[in-house]
């Protein structure tokens, strides 16, 4: 007796439900081609899609909210053809009667379709059915709101053009003082072909010639401030080796 009960319970427990949904269960009226309420009256139902694991068997069960009437009790055959007529309302017909849903939203439809369709695809394949993993666009919950486009299109300015005028900075831009000016002056009338060596900043060991020709005025340099020229040496004085200073013209006297 015990083992009987306990089988009775392992089938009758062995049934379980992978889609349940908020809907209107309609019946068509063939005589009348018109749809109406199943039951008594109408109203909301709780439709669920129950699975028999031991049998891999499916059927449609659906009671009413308010009185817990039974308004479709229905098995899911092999081949059954399942119509989404809108996005809220779907039909499919067995050997006796055509069924509709009226859903109570657009994502207990879509959950709802994708159960049923997952329990005919076992059927028709005959290979026993786990529970249906709905898609990721199918949920009840919105998610968070999107946030604004990011403009990705704003460069920061170029680094390398900020470190050129640094650099710049640091070679000695200057505008000439008129002491400057006073000095190179003096340096052209004193030495006007004197020439100036000075090391390239390019390379180090190749002397530059920098001619002191150009006119004096307001200009700006393109390197530091370059280093005054060294002083010009002393003119050498011819002397014979041994003299000592010139002596003076002797005077001749005239005897008159």
């Known amino acids: 007796m015990s083992s009987y009960k306990n089988l009775f319970n392992f089938l009758y427990y062995s049934e379980q439900s992978i889609a349940s949904a908020r809907a209107s269960v309609m019946i068509y009226d063939e005589s009348n081609k018109k749809w109406v309420p199943s039951g008594s009256s109408s109203g909301l139902s709780k439709v669920h899609i129950y699975h028999h694991v031991v049998n891999n068997t499916f059927r449609v069960v659906g009671r009413k909210l308010h009185d817990q009437e039974v308004v479709i009790n229905c098995s899911i055959l092999k081949g059954l053809k399942y119509n989404q007529a809108t996005p809220t309302f779907h039909q499919w017909r067995d050997n006796r009667q055509v069924y509709g849903l009226n859903f109570s939203s657009k994502d207990d439809a879509e959950a709802f379709a994708f159960a049923m369709?997952?329990?005919?695809?076992?059927?028709?394949?005959?290979?026993?059915?786990?529970?249906?993993?709905?898609?990721?666009?199918?949920?009840?919950?919105?998610?968070?709101?999107?946030?604004?486009?990011?403009?990705?299109?704003?460069?920061?300015?170029?680094?390398?053009?900020?470190?050129?005028?640094?650099?710049?900075?640091?070679?000695?831009?200057?505008?000439?003082?008129?002491?400057?000016?006073?000095?190179?002056?003096?340096?052209?009338?004193?030495?006007?072909?004197?020439?100036?060596?000075?090391?390239?900043?390019?390379?180090?060991?190749?002397?530059?010639?920098?001619?002191?020709?150009?006119?004096?005025?307001?200009?700006?340099?393109?390197?530091?401030?370059?280093?005054?020229?060294?002083?010009?040496?002393?003119?050498?004085?011819?002397?014979?080796?041994?003299?000592?200073?010139?002596?003076?013209?002797?005077?001749?006297?005239?005897?008159?």
């Not at 968070?144 to 000695?172: R, V, Y």
């Not at 900043?201 to 010639?209: C, F, G």
């Open 117 to 256: 369709m997952h329990a005919v695809e076992a059927l028709n394949s005959n290979v026993p059915a786990g529970p249906p993993r709905l898609p990721h666009n199918i949920n009840n919950t919105a998610g968070p709101p999107p946030g604004p486009p990011q403009n990705n299109n704003h460069h920061a300015p170029p680094q390398s053009h900020n470190n050129h005028i640094l650099s710049e900075e640091d070679m000695g831009y200057r505008t000439m003082t008129r002491e400057d000016i006073a000095i190179i002056q003096e340096r052209r009338m004193s030495q006007p072909q004197q020439q100036v060596v000075m090391p390239s900043l390019s390379s180090p060991n190749t002397p530059v010639v920098v001619q002191n020709s150009a006119p004096p005025g307001h200009h700006r340099t393109n390197s530091a401030p370059q280093p005054p020229p060294p002083p010009p040496p002393a003119p050498a004085m011819p002397s014979a080796p041994g003299a000592g200073p010139p002596r003076h013209p002797q005077c001749k006297r005239t005897i008159v």
